[in-house]
């Protein structure tokens, strides 16, 4: 179950201000997110961009929403997209530590790109919590997911196996029954004796 921000509890008048930066700025978020993940994870270099790129702007544009709004009522959509992300990143072979940590990476990309949008007015400890939070739900969202489609992915595996061997039996269980009865003649054959 997905936690949601209560705007009235940190709510800032800066909220429409920043979300509107992220919205905007999206673009320009993700490719820095691009660069600094393929610095910081370069083993998953090759998984960084198609699937990311596709997914990051609608996600970040739903985040800067949400932010813009909340004094009416926190956007979900964000969430949404971040669970359709994790399905994504588990069909195309993602590791789940690799997903975690292209959102820590979009974090501090976040943070640190509203703390010089904003420079006429830092990003107060309440704001950045904010931002935290909205990012927190996304990770939370995706991972939910991602763990969702592997144990799915499992369970299948699982049924398919015991098919197999069920399978497996039943085809072992009627030349063998052939032969366990020609064994049991012989037997017969030599007690009898000819």
């Not at 919205?23 to 090759?46: F, G, H, T, Y």
């Not at 669970?83 to 979009?106: F, S």
């Not at 595996?157 to 069920?166: H, I, K, M, P, Y």
């Amino acid at each position: 179950m997905t936690t949601h921000l209560n705007p009235e509890a940190i709510w800032s008048e800066r909220f429409a201000e920043i979300g509107s930066v992220i919205e905007l700025d999206c673009d320009l978020l993700v490719d820095r997110w691009a660069q600094r993940a393929k610095e910081e994870q370069p083993n998953a270099e090759s998984a960084h961009f198609l699937e990311m790129r596709d997914m990051l702007p609608a996600l970040l544009r739903a985040i800067g929403q949400g932010l813009a709004q909340s004094g009416e009522g926190v956007s979900v959509r964000h969430c949404l997209i971040a669970i359709e992300h994790g399905e994504q990143r588990w069909k195309v072979g993602w590791r789940l530590a690799e997903v975690v940590r292209d959102y820590q990476i979009l974090r501090l990309v976040v943070l640190d790109h509203l703390d010089h949008a904003l420079n006429h007015w830092p990003l107060t400890a309440r704001e950045t919590m904010a931002v935290g939070l909205a990012l927190d739900e996304a990770i939370t969202a995706s991972v939910v997911a991602y763990v969702g489609h592997q144990e799915r992915e499992l369970r299948e595996s699982g049924e398919r196996l015991n098919e197999f061997l069920a399978i497996l039996g039943h085809e072992l269980r009627n030349p063998l029954s052939a032969v366990v009865t020609t064994l049991q003649l012989l037997k017969l054959q030599q007690t009898v004796g000819p």
